[in-house]
C-alpha cells in the first residue's frame, strides 16, 4: 500500500506542475466531473481528494470515466498520427476561433516547429490550411440550413462579409447568398451523353465546370446534380445557346472516343489547399504516363502525406478533367476510382493505346 500510495503523490507532482514528461505514462481521472484527462492537461485543478490515477487510458474508461475533449488524453497514449488525429478533431471544433500556433502546440504538448512538421506529416495540410478548410465547411453547411451571409460568416469565424467573399471565392462556385439559396438565381447549365464508359454528365456556372460524373443514367445523373443545388436554373446546354457548354461536351467526349486531345477548360476546384496542389499535379501528368500514390504527394509538395493524397483523388468531383485515374498504388495496382475499377482500367488502356500508337 505504501508503495502505491508514494506512486500517487508523485503522479500527483507530476499533475500539479503540469508535467508534459509523464504524459502517456498515466492518466488521472476527476470524480466530480467523471472526466480523465493527461497529466499536462491545462485544465483547472481538481481537489487531490477528488482524484484517481490510472496506468492506462482503458483502465479509466472501464472506470466509467470520459476523456477530456481539452487535453486528448487518449492520444498521449498512441503514435504520432493518432495525436495529429486528435488535434483535427480539437481544430475542427474550435474552427471559429484564433488558433495560432502556439496555442496549438500547447494542446499537443510539443514545440511549435515539431508540431507543425507532424501535423502536415500526417494531415497533408498545415494546420491553418486545415483550419481554413473547417472554417468554409462550416460556413456552407450554415448557408444550407438557412443561416444569413453575414450571420453563417461571423459563426464560421470570418469576422467580416469582406473575409466570407475573399475565403468562399472559387470554392462555392456562385456567390455565398446563391449558394444558401441552394442556387437560387444561378443558371447551371448541364449536358449528358452516352459514352463508351456509360452515361456522363458535364455542368457549369459561370464561372466554369463544377460537375462532371459518371452514372447509371442520364435521370440519375440530373438527381445527383439537383441535390447539389436544390434552387437553381438548371438548362439543358441545348436550351442555352449562350453557353459554351455543349461544345466543352463535346470535345470531352471526342477526347474519351476519338483519342483527341483532353479538353482545357476552365474548372471550379472545390477543396482544400492540398487536395487542390493534388489536382493541379494530376493534370500535369502526360497521358499514358502514371504516378504512384507516393509520387503524387511528393509533387504537391507534401511527400509524407500519401494517404492524404489517395483521399484527394477520392474526392475529385470532376472526372477525367482530373485524370486521377492516373494514380496508382506503389505494387502498380489499379487502387481505387470513385467511377469504378472498370472505367479507370479503360481509359488508362485507351490512354496507352494512343502513346503506343503514337510512337
Not at 434552387?231 to 476519338?258: G, Y
Amino acid at each position: 500500500m505504501a508503495d502505491l500510495e508514494t506512486l500517487d503523490e508523485t503522479r500527483w507532482q507530476q499533475v500539479t506542475t503540469r508535467d508534459r514528461a509523464a504524459d502517456g505514462q498515466f492518466v488521472y481521472a476527476v470524480k466530480t466531473t467523471g472526466i480523465y484527462c493527461r497529466p499536462s492537461c491545462p485544465s483547472r485543478l481538481a481537489k487531490r481528494a477528488h482524484v484517481r490515477f490510472f496506468t492506462t487510458t482503458a483502465e479509466a474508461a472501464e472506470a466509467g470515466f470520459r476523456p477530456c475533449r481539452r487535453c486528448h488524453p487518449a492520444a498521449a497514449q498512441e503514435p504520432a498520427a493518432s495525436l495529429m488525429q486528435a488535434m483535427a478533431h480539437y481544430i475542427a471544433d474550435h474552427a471559429g476561433e484564433s488558433l495560432p500556433l502556439a496555442r496549438l502546440a500547447r494542446q499537443a504538448g510539443m514545440a511549435p516547429t515539431h508540431f507543425q512538421r507532424t501535423f502536415k506529416a500526417a494531415l497533408g495540410v498545415s494546420p491553418r490550411e486545415y483550419q481554413a478548410a473547417q472554417r468554409l465547411a462550416r460556413f456552407k453547411q450554415a448557408l444550407r440550413e438557412g443561416e444569413g451571409v453575414l450571420e453563417a460568416g461571423l459563426d464560421a469565424g470570418f469576422g467580416s462579409t469582406s473575409r466570407v467573399y475573399e475565403a468562399a471565392d472559387g470554392s462555392l462556385g456562385m456567390t455565398p447568398s446563391a449558394y444558401r439559396a441552394g442556387g437560387a438565381g444561378e443558371h447551371i447549365v448541364h449536358a449528358t451523353r452516352e459514352t463508351a464508359l456509360g452515361p456522363l454528365m458535364m455542368a457549369a456556372t459561370r464561372r466554369g465546370v463544377c460537375f462532371v460524373q459518371f452514372g447509371e443514367s442520364a435521370e440519375a445523373l440530373l438527381t445527383q446534380l439537383a441535390a447539389e443545388f436544390p434552387k437553381a436554373a438548371l438548362l439543358r446546354a441545348a436550351l442555352a445557346a449562350a453557353a459554351p457548354l455543349d461544345d466543352w461536351m463535346a470535345a470531352l467526349a471526342a477526347h474519351l472516343e476519338q483519342a483527341a486531345p483532353r479538353p482545357d477548360l476552365p474548372l471550379d476546384l472545390i477543396g482544400t489547399a492540398f487536395q487542390i496542389r493534388v489536382w493541379r499535379f494530376l493534370m500535369s501528368v502526360k497521358p499514358g504516363d502514371v504516378v504512384s500514390y507516393s509520387e503524387l504527394a511528393a509533387g504537391a509538395g507534401k511527400p509524407r502525406a500519401i494517404r492524404a493524397a489517395a483521399s484527394a483523388c477520392a474526392a475529385n468531383r470532376i472526372a477525367v478533367l482530373i485524370p486521377c485515374h492516373r494514380a496508382l498504388r506503389a505494387d502498380g495496382s489499379l487502387g481505387g476510382y470513385r467511377w469504378g475499377l472498370e472505367r479507370k482500367r479503360a481509359l488508362l488502356d485507351a490512354e496507352r493505346r494512343v502513346r503506343t500508337s503514337a510512337g
